[in-house]
């Protein structure tokens, strides 16, 4: 029998299972109140876009045959010229050739890594920080370096060295905040001067319930650079949280030379997206995408306003949390000193209450980085508004067993 522990490649030290991903194996438990992970709601997914959709494809032989057989590495033509379209500004165009699809944002992430990030080279990343893309950096065995909370404190000389900054700007996994105009461009500033790409995540840029809408960092580049061969940003994009995440499309948008590298990547990894996944997908989006961005904030918003409602009546003084203008997730913190891995634990054992502890957003050997222990993140996605203001009085009458002993 091998020793497997002997013949494992020194990365996968750094290789955890995700906190999320395991909760997920309890979703079969109906009495579980599930509060934690940010699973997009089935009920609202476009089934009769989707069915027709694939009528099309079926009864056209040509279609029939084209989405049977591998896609281009590049991923399929016809979408990818309509995401380089939606991503264009003016005459700073985003061309077919800036557009690499791939199976889902979290392959992108996985990629951008890959061509980037040799053992021991710096890796700036936003704190608290989508857990997903932690773990597909911690692969390739960086240093990480933390974008510090206020961009007054974003200086070059002390935030050099690193190959790129990892961001998600609108509506972040975990906390639900969103980067203010302003500091996406000293963002920009901050990539001139040191000489670093910018990973924008815009996994949730389309789920914006109230308040006016940024440009994303990719859009606020084409329009200080006039090119986006100069521009410092790769962008990741889904549609798994605007149509249906099992179809496993997303894409990067950049430079040709980097996507140009990327392409290699995804040759060597998988070949390619489903062909078939993506020309249905296309025909969805063609017809059907504005309609499904409504259905899912309507129905999203009512989720979070019932929450942040809930919270403000059940939790106790010295309890906080965000309160987003979109996404998916709230953002919670408990008083200094009560430990939230405690509190997660005790909702479930005791309260039957899934949330997520924060711990697990905060990576690993950072130079200027200290985990705050006390933060716990919460998603409105997946449970109706009055099952989950029945999770949070639970997990109020826990914070008032836990918190009195510290304030």
């Keep these: ?39 997009p ?27 049977l057989q591998y896609a281009p590495s590049e991923g399929y033509a016809p979408l990818r010229q309509w995401i380089a379209d939606q ?34 080279d ?11 893309a932690l773990r597909a950096f911690d692969a390739y065995e960086p240093r990480y370096l933390g974008l510090p909370e206020d961009a007054a404190d974003w200086n070059a000389a002390t935030l050099s060295g690193a190959k790129f900054c990892y961001v998600g700007p609108d509506f972040r996994n975990p906390t639900g905040t969103t980067m203010s105009l302003a500091d996406r461009e000293k963002l920009l500033d901050l990539a001139d001067a040191t000489g670093m790409i910018i990973v924008e995540d815009g996994c ?14 990719l859009t606020l580049a084409l329009r200080r650079y006039g090119d986006i061969e100069k521009v410092p940003v790769l962008h990741t994009g889904t549609f798994s949280k605007t149509i249906a ?17 990327l392409v290699l990547i995804k040759q060597a990894s998988d070949l390619a997206t489903s062909a078939l996944n993506q020309m249905l997908l296309l025909e969805v989006i063609r017809t059907s995408l ?41 953002w919670g913190t408990l008083p200094d000193g009560v430990d939230a891995t405690r509190f997660a634990e005790r909702a479930l054992m005791e309260h039957s209450v899934s949330i997520i502890s924060g711990a ?16 716990f993140r919460l998603s409105f996605s997946m449970i109706p508004s009055e099952a989950a203001s029945e999770g949070i009085r639970r997990l109020g009458l826990l914070a008032r067993e836990m918190v009195p002993m510290t304030i």
Excluded at 204 to 217: K, N, V
Excluded at 309 to 328: F, I, N, Y
């Design 122 to 132: 710096k890796a700036m990343v936003e704190i608290p920080s989508f857990i997903g």
């Design 41 to 67: 709601d089935p009920e609202i997914f476009p089934y009769a876009a989707l069915r027709e959709a694939s009528d099309r494809i079926w009864s056209d032989r040509a279609l029939a045959r084209t989405a």
């Design 290 to 330: 504005d309609g499904a961005i409504g259905t899912a904030c309507t129905v999203y918003r009512e989720r979070l306003d019932s929450m942040v409602a809930a919270l403000d009546r059940h939790m106790p003084q010295g309890v906080s949390w965000t309160r987003p203008e979109g996404g998916l997730y709230v």
């Design 1 to 39: 029998m091998p020793d497997w522990d002997s013949l494992y490649a020194t990365r996968m030290a750094g290789v955890v299972a995700s906190d999320i991903r395991e909760r997920m194996k309890l979703l079969d438990a109906r009495q579980i109140i599930h509060l934690g992970g940010g699973l």
């Design 245 to 261: 995440p099992s179809l496993r499309i997303g894409w990067i948008s950049g430079p040709r030379e980097a996507i140009r590298k």
């Design 87 to 120: 991503s264009s500004e003016g005459a700073a165009a985003c061309g077919i050739d800036n557009v690499v699809i791939t199976n889902g944002s979290q392959q992108g992430l996985d990629f951008i890594a890959k061509l980037l990030l040799s053992p021991g």
């Design 360 to 375: 697990a957003f905060y990576p690993a050997r950072a130079e200027n980085v200290q985990p705050q222990t006390n933060r």
């Design 204 to 217: 949730y840029e389309q789920l914006r319930y109230e308040g006016e809408a940024i440009p994303s960092l």
